[in-house]
């Protein structure tokens, strides 16, 4: 079965500093898709970035990169030059191909960026 | 811009009551998922749908059923709300293909008194 491990339930940055926060998955799939998500307190989940399996690069997405490790099985998000907006709850998620309709996500991590 | 809307963004209902959630999408995706996110537990699967009138069981179906008469809406049904379903409940859809990310709506919190 999947399974999403995000170790880091809070996490604090200074304003304008960089993070990481931490996604190992599990899957014997070898085609996959990862993905992060943002939730400010207003709820709503905004998709932040995605990274294949077979992708060669890392996902950048402006101030958003993902720290593809294939074969350690993680997939941090890094967040540089943090903002106070920035503080809000992150969730890593899996989907396997065979399963396309099956996301997983990780317990998620509270970051809380100081001014 | 992909846009998922729910019925309410908050809801208090009394135990034993029917509750309907309702989430409606103007993408024209095929696929529709009710999350249920509760803190330390992430976003656990109630039901999914891959087409109208299609719907398949995720982790947590027991206590809930779900309604899909029309491509862009997908309805969440407490048949009789429980103390324990008190949680936030999350609506998203996504086209097919594992590549695919989720487009979510704003959530509805949900208190059973």
């Known amino acids: 079965a999947q399974k999403i491990t995000q170790t880091q339930p809070g996490m604090f940055v200074q304003e304008k500093e960089a993070v990481t926060l931490d996604c190992t998955y599990d899957t014997s799939d070898p085609s996959y898709g990862l993905f992060w998500y943002k939730q400010p307190s207003s709820g709503e989940m905004i998709f932040l970035i995605y990274?294949?399996?077979?992708?060669?690069q890392n996902a950048t997405e402006g101030r958003y990169s993902l720290n593809f490790q294939k074969a350690r099985k993680s997939a941090n998000l890094v967040i540089s030059a943090s903002q106070l907006g920035d503080s809000a709850m992150y969730f890593c998620?899996?989907?396997?191909?065979?399963?396309?309709?099956?996301?997983?996500f990780g317990a998620g991590t509270r970051l809380t960026v100081k001014p | 811009d992909v846009k998922v809307t729910q019925s309410s963004r908050y809801l208090v209902k009394r135990t034993g009551e029917k509750v309907f959630l309702e989430c409606v999408q103007d993408?024209?995706?095929?696929?529709m998922f009710w999350y249920r996110q509760d803190p330390g537990l992430g976003l656990r699967l109630i039901y999914f749908?891959?087409?109208?009138?299609?719907?398949e069981k995720g982790d947590i179906p027991e206590g809930y059923s779900v309604s899909r008469e029309k491509k862009e809406r997908f309805s969440l049904i407490l048949e009789s709300a429980s103390t324990n379903q008190t949680s936030m409940y999350l609506c998203?859809?996504?086209?097919?293909?594992?590549?695919?990310?989720?487009?979510f709506g704003p959530g509805t919190r949900l208190l059973v008194l």
């Open positions: 990274q294949g399996s077979y992708d060669q």
């Open positions: 998203a859809s996504s086209l097919g293909g594992f590549q695919e990310t989720q487009y």
């Open positions: 749908s891959y087409d109208v009138k299609m719907k």
């Open positions: 993408m024209d995706h095929e696929n």
């Open positions: 998620a899996m989907r396997e191909a065979p399963n396309n309709n099956d996301m997983r």
